[in-house]
């Protein structure tokens, strides 16, 4: 589904991160391992189409991601790509729910209804949809950020460092959730993360 | 949900902030509103009163004060004339209709004015109810008088000496409402018509005093055989420089150009109401400096959500209008309270206003109050430009990866 061939970035006066070659199928599940420093945000953020490399291409079912004009590219990422943060970024000013609609409507897309109360109900929290983000625990918020990350069904769900601020018990679960969110949401998933706990829990690992 | 719905719930969350610049948008538009209303509708009565007047020739005196008295009866007569002295002006060759005013009474605060049938020609009035008035006492009173005092056609009345309405009454004699005028739309409904010599009855029995005390011009009196001013139409524009001058060198009388005249009171008045404007567009300007200021510092924290919603699929085109829309929305509100303001301001303006000839109303609007909408537009639009730029350079994922 996705392949990344030749890709190498380079920060303005920073030293070339090379990358090698890599092919992630859709509904793999991939750790992205590196010390810290390494580029693994950096190579997200190029999946994500939110960075150009310097060289390279990303191919995204056959469609050269770096090629797309900005705003295309922007449409692309709202309906095909999902993104966890390390902090949860919610809009303060929206409830639950509208959190959820918000991402739909700003990819162009049609809430589905069903689809998030699903979601919400997966992830426990389809009770706390009228409620703002400074209402909830930082759990609920991480469940809240990764239906968002789903509402518009992407084909690839990725999460940067999801887990290296939470202890063993938490960071076992949030890794347990996003591998069962991705697999029932058809979602390939990477895990980008210098958490050495988490490292064995996934076989496919890509290592910078 | 969508992102322009944002936008508001973003004012929302600042009631504060949001009341406070909208407050001042609305004072900044509702002046230079009240302004606009006063200066259109006070141009607009003074053409209407004045349309076809040239020359109002009178005593000595200020030729602004002759204009006022004598076209929009507002201020006192300059004086009288004598009959002898205006008519070789009224048979002069370059006039084609000269209109001899008696004023010195009136009835409840309303002028009566003595004339002949060439007024109701000069305006072009016309009966409502019952007749032109024909014999000594009998009177046409405006639209408004009607209105005003209840007086119809068959009813009685004294006068008052003086124009203020607080004179002594002239009992000895009584007018007689023969008929209501239709409504003109000008000065002419707030007036009570008679002819010439029921003006002098009613000062024939009195003591006269001394001719030619002009100072004292507010206690005299019209005593027979003289008027208060005439109002001329020349037959040709030709007349316009030469008249006058004739009026003002060969005779003991004072000529007016009303359009001179009104053009004079305008500069007049301009100084004060510039005064006015500029702080106006003053406030306007604070409100706008507010409006970017607010915005701004809300932009360390938007930041967040703009990084967000870029990477949920926004464009920054669409950012960048969701940023404006918040200011535009602000002053969008603020200019129409700011109409809605400035209306209710000129129409309560015109209910405390004593002189009815120059009532305001808030009912009358005015194409220039697109320009103020407009105004807002462009200030909401200017105030957010410079933060709303920020979507162009924000750098998502270093923004995002931060806390
Ligand atoms: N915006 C940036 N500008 C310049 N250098 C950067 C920027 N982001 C990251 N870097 C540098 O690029 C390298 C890789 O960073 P990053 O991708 O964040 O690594 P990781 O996520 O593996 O810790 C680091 O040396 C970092 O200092
Ligand atoms: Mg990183």
């Given at each position: 589904m996705i392949k990344i061939r030749n890709l190498s970035h380079n920060y303005t006066g920073g030293r070339r991160i090379n990358f090698p070659d890599w092919d992630i199928d859709s509904m793999d599940q991939w750790l992205l391992l590196g010390a810290s420093g390494k580029g693994k945000s950096t190579l997200l953020n190029i999946l994500a189409g939110l960075l150009s490399p310097t060289e390279g291409t990303v191919t995204h079912n056959e469609l050269n991601l770096h090629s797309l004009s900005g705003t295309a590219l922007d449409r692309f990422r709202g309906r095909h790509i999902g993104i966890v943060f390390q902090q949860t970024h919610l809009i303060k000013a929206l409830n639950a729910i509208q959190n959820l609609q918000i991402a739909s409507s700003l990819a162009g897309l049609t809430f589905d209804d069903a689809h998030a109360m699903n979601l919400l109900k997966d992830l426990g929290i389809h009770e706390l949809r009228k409620k703002y983000p400074h209402e909830l625990s930082q759990g609920q918020l991480q469940r809240l950020s990764v239906a968002r990350a789903l509402i518009n069904k992407p084909d690839l769900l990725i999460a940067d460092e999801p887990t290296s601020s939470l202890d063993d018990e938490n960071a076992f679960q949030v890794l347990e959730m996003l591998q069962t969110q991705a697999k029932n949401n058809q979602a390939a998933l990477v895990i980008a993360t210098h958490d050495q706990r988490v490292s064995q829990r996934i076989d496919k690992s890509y290592l910078l | 949900?969508?992102?322009?719905?944002?936008?508001?719930?973003?004012?929302?969350?600042?009631?504060?902030?949001?009341?406070?610049?909208?407050?001042?948008?609305?004072?900044?538009?509702?002046?230079?509103?009240?302004?606009?209303?006063?200066?259109?509708?006070?141009?607009?009565?003074?053409?209407?009163?004045?349309?076809?007047?040239?020359?109002?020739?009178?005593?000595?005196?200020?030729?602004?004060?002759?204009?006022?008295?004598?076209?929009?009866?507002?201020?006192?007569?300059?004086?009288?004339?004598?009959?002898?002295?205006?008519?070789?002006?009224?048979?002069?060759?370059?006039?084609?209709?000269?209109?001899?005013?008696?004023?010195?009474?009136?009835?409840?605060?309303?002028?009566?004015?003595?004339?002949?049938?060439?007024?109701?020609?000069?305006?072009?009035?016309?009966?409502?109810?019952?007749?032109?008035?024909?014999?000594?006492?009998?009177?046409?009173?405006?639209?408004?008088?009607?209105?005003?005092?209840?007086?119809?056609?068959?009813?009685?009345?004294?006068?008052?000496?003086?124009?203020?309405?607080?004179?002594?009454?002239?009992?000895?004699?009584?007018?007689?409402?023969?008929?209501?005028?239709?409504?003109?739309?000008?000065?002419?409904?707030?007036?009570?018509?008679?002819?010439?010599?029921?003006?002098?009855?009613?000062?024939?029995?009195?003591?006269?005093?001394?001719?030619?005390?002009?100072?004292?011009?507010?206690?005299?009196?019209?005593?027979?055989?003289?008027?208060?001013?005439?109002?001329?139409?020349?037959?040709?524009?030709?007349?316009?420089?030469?008249?006058?001058?004739?009026?003002?060198?060969?005779?003991?009388?004072?000529?007016?150009?009303?359009?001179?005249?009104?053009?004079?009171?305008?500069?007049?008045?301009?100084?004060?109401?510039?005064?006015?404007?500029?702080?106006?567009?003053?406030?306007?300007?604070?409100?706008?400096?507010?409006?970017?200021?607010?915005?701004?510092?809300?932009?360390?924290?938007?930041?967040?959500?703009?990084?967000?919603?870029?990477?949920?699929?926004?464009?920054?085109?669409?950012?960048?209008?969701?940023?404006?829309?918040?200011?535009?929305?602000?002053?969008?509100?603020?200019?129409?309270?700011?109409?809605?303001?400035?209306?209710?301001?000129?129409?309560?303006?015109?209910?405390?206003q004593e002189s009815a000839q120059a009532r305001l109303t808030g009912s009358y609007f005015v194409t220039e109050e697109l320009y103020l909408i407009l105004a807002g537009l462009v200030i909401g639009l200017v105030a957010s430009i410079i933060p709303a730029m920020q979507v162009y350079k924000v750098d998502i994922a270093k923004t995002l990866s931060k806390s």
């Open positions: - | 949900m969508n992102i322009y719905q944002i936008s508001f719930k973003n004012l929302y969350r600042n009631p504060l902030t949001t009341g406070l610049n909208v407050m001042l948008v609305a004072f900044g538009v509702g002046i230079l509103c009240i302004l606009l209303l006063a200066s259109n509708q006070i141009e607009r009565k003074l053409e209407q009163n004045a349309k076809d007047i040239d020359l109002v020739v009178g005593a000595k005196g200020s030729p602004l004060q002759l204009i006022l008295s004598s076209i929009y009866h507002i201020d006192f007569p300059t004086g009288n004339i004598t009959v002898e002295e205006a008519e070789p002006i009224m048979k002069n060759p370059m006039v084609k209709r000269a209109v001899p005013l008696a004023l010195g009474d009136s009835y409840e605060g309303f002028r009566i004015a003595g004339t002949d049938s060439s007024f109701i020609q000069l305006y072009q009035l016309e009966i409502g109810k019952g007749r032109y008035w024909k014999q000594d006492l009998e009177v046409n009173i405006g639209s408004t008088v009607a209105k005003v005092t209840g007086l119809k056609p068959g009813d009685k009345f004294y006068g008052a000496h003086g124009l203020d309405g607080n004179g002594d009454v002239h009992k000895q004699h009584m007018y007689q409402v023969v008929g209501v005028l239709k409504p003109q739309g000008n000065v002419t409904d707030d007036l009570v018509l008679t002819n010439i010599g029921s003006v002098y009855k009613m000062h024939e029995p009195e003591g006269e005093e001394e001719h030619g005390s002009a100072e004292h011009h507010e206690e005299k009196e019209i005593s027979n055989k003289e008027i208060t001013a005439i109002l001329i139409q020349y037959r040709s524009p030709m007349s316009v420089v030469l008249f006058p001058r004739m009026v003002n060198k060969n005779t003991n009388m004072q000529a007016a150009s009303p359009a001179m005249e009104s053009a004079r009171l305008f500069s007049l008045i301009g100084v004060g109401l510039d005064t006015l404007k500029y702080f106006a567009i003053l406030i306007m300007a604070i409100s706008g400096l507010s409006i970017f200021i607010s915005l701004y510092n809300s932009m360390k924290e938007k930041k967040y959500d703009l990084a967000l919603m870029r990477c949920l699929g926004a464009s920054k085109g669409k950012l960048f209008f969701h940023v404006v829309l918040e200011a535009l929305a602000v002053t969008i509100v603020g200019s129409c309270l700011g109409i809605l303001i400035g209306h209710l301001a000129v129409e309560v303006i015109g209910v405390y």
